[in-house]
């Protein structure tokens, strides 16, 4: 880029100008490749952490959803605390450095904790790790970007700046993008050190890259333009406040003044006070953006849990489900062009040009993401298993005898019903009177040479109670299991054994990849396994081929034989909690709506800000917008710790409610809005310029 700059004549040089060209500084590659790596590591830690609160922590959803916001929360908390170090004490490059060495350990120690083998405390690891990376990850954000933009000389180089900071978006999205399409494939299809699952390995890849994001960055240093520490703004701001408003009590009636902050300019001068006038003037307007955070992180929670019970079977391919948060930075990439050259010429044409009217748009759109999130809730919500309740027990019965049978029972709602061999009935609804009641049943058989049987059995209140008819020589018997028909926490199918056969015998499931389970007893607890075809023998020989087991299904396999001799067996695939049957791919509006909500919320809020802004106030801007997202997250974690619902569907209505509501206030504040003129700033600058220089040169007088 060439830049024409006027210089003095001081005789050496005939020319009013010379021609300079100031070379893009190769400096930025290692902040951008830097860049790269550790946005690697927080979305590809961050994709599967919601699962592996689940899966391998066995929190609730509810639980999962909280220490997720939280983890969040203090991620951007740090990032104020970040810029504070940075700007007073460490400066930019070393604040980076050390902090990335906290990042990095906390990675390793969450990894560390991920290795079940080794059985070390999972849970107190994990919150450690996650306080080091929230430490790291927060302290460098704000500075990474500012410590790029400072190695270009302004303003002769701005086109080159824009340049830098689309290679940097890009190196953020694009980090993000690889990082959540691969960890899930990582976590789920890798076996590793005798787990089914591999988080260590899931979690190590990306503890990796942010490892060698460090010595990329240190590489570097002998290129870089290391400006020298200048004082902290916030703490300055937050000073000026505060004389502000212990004056203001003081002078208030003796004293008038147009705006309270001008109490602190005797101390702090004109020039702060305004820059901090157009700072609060900008705060007003962030205050209804937490609510656009709220909804836009739940991508990796709610949503992701809301995708562990859909079905992800394409057929030639399977999605994990926290592998759809990728939708959103592959969007990115793709919607970012696309905006300037095509969204924002056609929202002009119906009036919407400024950025705050865009904003708005942008946080209607995330409203009806979720509208379209609540309505695939209720799509799925049949699906979901009915579990028992206190006052209520569960009664299902199982016959693994050859013979077929009416039963009879003392129950209100299951007085008669038929069951023949290898089949089950379920009464889901029983109620009970205290604790436990008990209750009669008759089984009178149907078949020749079959004997009957009576019994008493006991439901308990808040239980699935199940019952398994067995027994040898054509004689039944009743034994009774407490049974669980909810779907695994894992997504995957659950399988039960219910066999009526020789204890020696051995019962094998095979898929694709060989023998997944075997088993040589009549009963078994429950065991999730892979998706997908099985062929199931005994004692090597096939039984039944081909059956299919579904996401989020729970199976009862029930054998009896046909044969006193054992030589052939009768199965059947009963199932007993219907499996995930809406597609993922449902999930894609949502996250459409979403992302185009995104960029015209949170690219064109950083732009007007930073526009709004004095250069001097740029990087609190950016700490404060950072604020947002921490309060946004503190959002979630209070609603969904009241549990205002028992149904998913209404707390996703109930956020999109508040981002209509909340965007009509951010409307209005933004058709109120006025800032203050830019060149007050230099104005006051100049005066205070020359009365510091009046002050000098009295004082060179009088010496």
């Keep these: 880029m060439v830049i024409v700059q006027k210089v003095e004549n001081d005789g050496s040089n005939e020319a009013e100008g010379i021609i300079k060209k100031h070379k893009y500084p190769f400096s930025v590659f290692f902040i951008v490749s830097n860049e790269f790596c550790e946005r690697f590591n927080y979305y590809g830690m961050r994709t599967?952490?919601?699962?592996?609160?689940?899966?391998?922590?066995?929190?609730?959803?509810?639980?999962?959803?909280?220490?997720?916001?939280?983890?969040?929360?203090?991620?951007?908390?740090?990032?104020?605390?970040?810029?504070?170090?940075?700007?007073?004490?460490?400066?930019?490059?070393?604040?980076?450095?050390?902090?990335?060495?906290?990042?990095?350990?906390?990675?390793?120690?969450?990894?560390?904790?991920?290795?079940?083998?080794?059985?070390?405390?999972?849970?107190?690891?994990?919150?450690?790790?996650?306080?080091?990376?929230?430490?790291?990850?927060?302290?460098?954000?704000?500075?990474?970007?500012?410590?790029?933009?400072?190695?270009?000389?302004?303003?002769?180089?701005?086109?080159?700046?824009?340049?830098?900071?689309?290679?940097?978006?890009?190196?953020?999205?694009?980090?993000?993008?690889?990082?959540?399409?691969?960890?899930?494939?990582?976590?789920?299809?890798?076996?590793?050190?005798?787990?089914?699952?591999?988080?260590?390995?899931?979690?190590?890849?990306?503890?990796?890259?942010?490892?060698?994001?460090?010595?990329?960055?240190?590489?570097?240093?002998?290129?870089?333009?290391?400006?020298?520490?200048?004082?902290?703004?916030?703490?300055?701001?937050?000073?000026?406040?505060?004389?502000?408003?212990?004056?203001?009590?003081?002078?208030?009636?003796?004293?008038?003044?147009?705006?309270?902050?001008?109490?602190?300019?005797?101390?702090?001068?004109?020039?702060?006070?305004?820059?901090?006038?157009?700072?609060?003037?900008?705060?007003?307007?962030?205050?209804?953006?937490?609510?656009?955070?709220?909804?836009?992180?739940?991508?990796?929670?709610?949503?992701?849990?809301?995708?562990?019970?859909?079905?992800?079977?394409?057929?030639?391919?399977?999605?994990?489900?926290?592998?759809?948060?990728?939708?959103?930075?592959?969007?990115?990439?793709?919607?970012?062009?696309?905006?300037?050259?095509?969204?924002?010429?056609?929202?002009?044409?119906?009036?919407?040009?400024?950025?705050?009217?865009?904003?708005?748009?942008?946080?209607?759109?995330?409203?009806?993401?979720?509208?379209?999130?609540?309505?695939?809730?209720?799509?799925?919500?049949?699906?979901?298993?009915?579990?028992?309740?206190?006052?209520?027990?569960?009664?299902?019965?199982?016959?693994?005898?050859?013979?077929?049978?009416?039963?009879?029972?003392?129950?209100?709602?299951?007085?008669?019903?038929?069951?023949?061999?290898?089949?089950?009935?379920?009464?889901?609804?029983?109620?009970?009177?205290?604790?436990?009641?008990?209750?009669?049943?008759?089984?009178?058989?149907?078949?020749?040479?079959?004997?009957?049987?009576?019994?008493?059995?006991?439901?308990?209140?808040?239980?699935?109670n199940s019952f398994l008819i067995t027994g040898k020589k054509n004689m039944p018997a009743i034994y009774g299991f407490k049974d669980n028909p909810d779907k695994s926490r894992q997504g995957k199918p659950v399988i039960r054994v219910l066999a009526n056969i020789n204890l020696s015998s051995l019962i094998e499931f095979h898929n694709k990849d060989g023998i997944q389970y075997s088993h040589n007893s009549s009963f078994s607890d429950r065991l999730d396994v892979p998706d997908g075809l099985y062929d199931i023998s005994i004692d090597s020989k096939m039984i039944k081929s081909g059956i299919k087991l579904k996401h989020g299904g729970v199976y009862a396999v029930i054998i009896h034989e046909k044969t006193l001799d054992s030589t052939d067996y009768a199965l059947n695939i009963l199932t007993v909690t219907e499996p995930n049957s809406v597609n993922m791919l449902w999930l894609i509006p949502q996250f459409f709506v979403m992302t185009l909500g995104e960029v015209m919320f949170s690219v064109t809020g950083l732009q007007f800000s930073y526009t709004q802004a004095p250069d001097s106030m740029k990087s609190v801007i950016q700490g404060c917008w950072q604020l947002t997202v921490a309060v946004g997250n503190i959002i979630v974690t209070i609603v969904v710790g009241a549990k205002f619902f028992d149904s998913q569907t209404y707390e996703f209505l109930l956020f999109a409610c508040l981002m209509f509501v909340d965007m009509i206030i951010f409307a209005w504040l933004g058709y109120r809005y006025k800032g203050i003129p830019l060149d007050e700033i230099k104005k006051a600058e100049e005066e205070e310029k020359a009365l510091k220089d009046g002050k000098n040169t009295n004082s060179l007088e009088f010496n």
């Design 48 to 464: 599967i952490l919601a699962i592996y609160l689940t899966q391998k922590l066995l929190y609730s959803d509810d639980v999962a959803t909280i220490l997720y916001h939280s983890f969040t929360t203090l991620v951007y908390f740090f990032c104020v605390f970040g810029a504070i170090i940075a700007d007073s004490w460490w400066g930019k490059f070393n604040t980076i450095v050390w902090l990335s060495v906290v990042y990095v350990a906390g990675s390793s120690v969450l990894t560390l904790g991920s290795v079940e083998p080794w059985n070390m405390p999972a849970k107190t690891l994990t919150f450690v790790g996650l306080a080091l990376i929230a430490i790291g990850s927060g302290g460098i954000k704000p500075c990474v970007a500012a410590f790029g933009g400072e190695q270009f000389k302004m303003p002769e180089q701005a086109k080159q700046l824009a340049l830098f900071f689309s290679l940097f978006y890009f190196a953020i999205n694009f980090g993000s993008f690889i990082s959540t399409l691969v960890t899930p494939i990582l976590r789920e299809d890798v076996k590793c050190m005798g787990m089914d699952s591999c988080f260590p390995f899931g979690f190590g890849l990306p503890a990796i890259l942010m490892a060698v994001s460090i010595v990329i960055f240190i590489s570097g240093k002998f290129m870089y333009k290391i400006l020298p520490i200048q004082g902290n703004m916030f703490v300055r701001i937050l000073k000026c406040i505060s004389e502000a408003l212990s004056t203001t009590k003081k002078e208030k009636i003796s004293n008038p003044k147009s705006h309270w902050l001008e109490y602190a300019e005797p101390k702090f001068g004109k020039k702060l006070v305004i820059e901090t006038k157009i700072l609060l003037n900008v705060l007003v307007l962030y205050l209804p953006l937490p609510i656009f955070w709220a909804l836009f992180d739940q991508q990796g929670s709610r949503w992701t849990f809301q995708a562990t019970r859909m079905d992800g079977d394409l057929g030639w391919f399977t999605i994990k489900p926290d592998q759809m948060q990728v939708v959103n930075p592959f969007l990115i990439l793709t919607f970012i062009p696309l905006y300037e050259v095509l969204f924002y010429p056609l929202l002009s044409l119906v009036g919407i040009r400024r950025p705050l009217q865009k904003m708005a748009l942008g946080g209607v759109f995330a409203g009806i993401a979720f509208l379209c999130s609540m309505l695939v809730e209720i799509t799925i919500e049949p699906t979901y298993p009915v579990l028992p309740k206190v006052g209520y027990s569960q009664f299902r019965i199982f016959n693994a005898m050859k013979c077929e049978y009416k039963v009879t029972t003392s129950i209100e709602s299951s007085r008669n019903f038929s069951l023949g061999p290898n089949e089950f009935y379920h009464n889901l609804w029983v109620p009970i009177n205290g604790t436990f009641q008990e209750f009669n049943f008759d089984l009178i058989s149907q078949t020749l040479n079959c004997d009957s049987y009576q019994t008493t059995v006991e439901l308990k209140s808040g239980t699935a």
